[in-house]
């Protein structure tokens, strides 16, 4: 089955061509990211005027690229929500116009599932990779969630803990800011944080007092802030490149240890797990794949992440493995009507395993 996948949630516009839910024959991504580096933040009406001129050229280069015609498609996955609601409209628009002209059955995914389809992505010519085996605990990490979820198949899961406040990637990015660095802060603080001694500095462990598996980052940003505002001359300017290095790396060991501790506890209750994967944008940091690998070497199972970078951030093809798997496991959802919406919970699609 070769699904045309479709993702504009937020700012990219992406499209991929993915055979049987793993084979990536094209995947082309257009970014509006550096437009708004300077603004510090994404702003809505802009993104999605730049999707509007990028979706058909991206739509044409991933075709092209794939050396395929409409003929070669047997389906149109499209991202329907969460996310920006004038760029998801610029997607299920353009897909539902496809679908209608090319009389394609038309598959509408959630944003989150397409994310935890990414680890089942390959750009190997022959398919030699192994497929993922569930039980899967994945932890989907971005700018804008952080979850943990425990799933049998790809339509079967329950999610563990979630983020009480900020998510992983704005932890990483709000602390970019703290230090002086340029948005978005994630790659920076890492890169600021490597030949840095990550036990110079104390951060507390977010709730560790409570017996739960959720996620709280907005006290670490808090820390952050204060230790800069006590060094002397109170000033990020101020502080040596060491010194600043040692901070960055100390909070970026601390988000990570409480990511790590949570999928540890989440191990410990579910022994059946076969594989942990990593996903979203946060996926992408080392020091968190280091974490995990030790934790997965730990129990003898599996780390997986996104093959590649391009998998880790939004892109077309992880909503083209995730339309495929949507309609092998419930064919219902390939003649889905689906809405456009700028939220909703995933938990609402998935049947709980328990
Ligand atoms: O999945 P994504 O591209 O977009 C969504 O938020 O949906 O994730 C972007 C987030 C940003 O917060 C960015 O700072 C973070 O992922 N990120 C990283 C790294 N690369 C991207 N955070 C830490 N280390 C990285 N290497
Ligand atoms: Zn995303």
Not at 278 to 294: D, Q, W
Request: charged share 20%.
């Amino acid at each position: 089955m070769r699904v045309l996948g479709i993702e504009t949630s937020c700012d990219e516009t992406s499209a991929a061509v993915v055979e049987n839910g793993s084979k990536v024959l094209s995947c082309v991504i257009a970014t509006s990211k550096q437009d708004f580096q300077r603004l510090g933040g994404v702003i809505p009406e802009e993104a999605a005027r730049e999707q509007l001129k990028s979706i058909l050229p991206v739509l044409s280069e991933t075709l092209r690229s794939a050396d395929a015609t409409n003929n070669d498609i047997d389906a149109i996955a499209v991202t329907y929500g969460p996310g920006l609601l004038g760029s998801l409209l610029v997607g299920t628009s353009t897909a539902r116009v496809l679908a209608s002209v090319w009389k394609k059955p038309l598959i509408g995914v959630h944003h989150t599932l397409g994310h935890l389809s990414s680890t089942w992505l390959t750009d190997e010519l022959e398919n030699t990779v192994d497929t993922p085996i569930f039980p899967v605990l994945t932890l989907s990490v971005s700018g804008g969630h952080t979850d943990l979820w425990y799933r049998r198949s790809h339509t079967v899961g329950k999610l563990l803990g979630s983020t009480r406040d900020d998510a992983a990637g704005e932890a990483f990015d709000k602390g970019a800011v703290l230090l002086g660095l340029p948005y978005p802060g994630g790659p920076m603080l890492e890169k600021l944080a490597r030949g840095g001694d990550a036990k110079k500095f104390k951060f507390p462990r977010p709730l560790s007092k409570e017996d739960t598996l959720d996620f709280s980052f907005s006290g670490l940003k808090t820390s952050l802030k204060y230790l800069l505002r006590d060094m002397p001359k109170n000033s990020v300017s101020s502080v040596p490149e060491a010194a600043l290095s040692s901070i960055a790396a100390s909070y970026q060991e601390a988000i990570c240890t409480h990511l790590s501790h949570a999928a540890s506890t989440a191990l410990d209750r579910y022994p059946e797990t076969r594989e942990i994967h990593i996903v979203g944008g946060v996926a992408a940091n080392g020091r968190l794949r280091e974490h995990m690998k030790t934790l997965a070497e730990t129990h003898g199972i599996r780390l997986r992440t996104p093959s590649t970078l391009r998998y880790c951030t939004d892109n077309g093809a992880m909503i083209a493995a995730a339309g495929t798997f949507l309609v092998a496991e419930l064919p219902a959802s390939l003649h889905q009507s689906f809405e456009t919406v700028a939220s909703q919970d995933l938990r609402s699609i998935l049947s709980d395993p328990s």
